[in-house]
């Protein structure tokens, strides 16, 4: 890793903001890790620890995954996603809402299951699960409750914890840790940590981004993998800082681990 390491930090160097990141070779423990306890606002990153909550509910018999739930008129928000652009009144499955949620980012699908789910549902979840600093405080697109404080955060090592109890199954039944990986790997929105990967790559990974933040995190399959990774950034002087960053820093990672695999 520390090869691995020299290359990030020269990535680093051009840059300007902050950052915490960890890198985790699954299959042998070993890890890199910058400011993995730093805490950031969360973005579209909680859209994970939602999805988590629906999976350990529907597994709970709590839910059903097939019930269907009717996109409101009232509860259409803007932002990322395709539900605001729909006609009021349609019907979703809890399984579609949490595949928009994740493939498209999509803010209406996510406040839908935060409405469903409750949001102590989902901090309590993942305070069992040992994520220290990830609290799910406001619904997407709720500019009044970010300006009074009450920000959704998280870390990276608290994804990387999150991303890592999913492809284990240790606490859900393996099925539902299959199906978010699923989803996860049909991931709309990749000009971050994909970018520069070839086609045939997998990734199943989750986005976020805010003013100044821009963060990416997911499984990367490779031969020698998988590779759990999550990148977060903030204090960017400019967004497509953040964009042209995260990418720059999943070549450098998806090069470096092909090249030792091939040796």
Aim: proline share 4%; net charge negative.
């Amino acid at each position: 890793m520390k090869e691995l390491q020299k290359k990030i930090e020269a990535t680093l160097a051009a840059y300007r903001g902050r950052w915490g990141m960890v890198i985790l070779n699954h299959s042998s423990g070993q890890h890199f890790a910058l400011n993995p306890d730093m805490v950031f606002p969360a973005a579209s990153m909680i859209k994970l620890p939602i999805m988590y909550e629906v999976m350990r509910q529907a597994a709970a018999g709590r839910i059903d995954l097939e019930q269907l739930l009717i996109v409101k008129d009232e509860l259409r928000v803007d932002g990322a996603g395709i539900l605001k652009e729909l006609r009021p009144g349609i019907s979703m499955t809890i399984r579609e809402l949490v595949t928009l949620m994740i493939i498209l980012s999509d803010n209406t699908a996510t406040n839908m299951l935060i409405d469903l789910l409750s949001m102590s549902a989902v901090n309590q979840t993942m305070e069992r699960l040992g994520l220290k600093s990830t609290v799910l405080r406001r619904q997407m697109m709720d500019f009044a409750a970010a300006a009074a404080g009450q920000e959704n955060e998280t870390s990276s090592a608290d994804i990387i914890r999150l991303l890592t109890t999913i492809y284990d199954h240790t606490d859900l039944p393996a099925d539902y840790g299959k199906l978010m990986i699923d989803i996860l790997s049909r991931q709309q929105v990749r000009d971050k940590l994909p970018f520069f990967l070839p086609e045939e790559i997998v990734i199943a990974h989750k986005t976020g981004t805010l003013p100044g933040v821009e963060h990416d995190g997911g499984i990367l399959f490779l031969p020698g993998g998988p590779f759990i990774i999550c990148i977060m950034t903030a204090d960017l002087p400019a967004n497509v800082e953040g964009l042209q960053l995260v990418a720059a820093l999943g070549k450098v990672i998806y090069e470096h681990f092909g090249r030792i695999q091939t040796k």
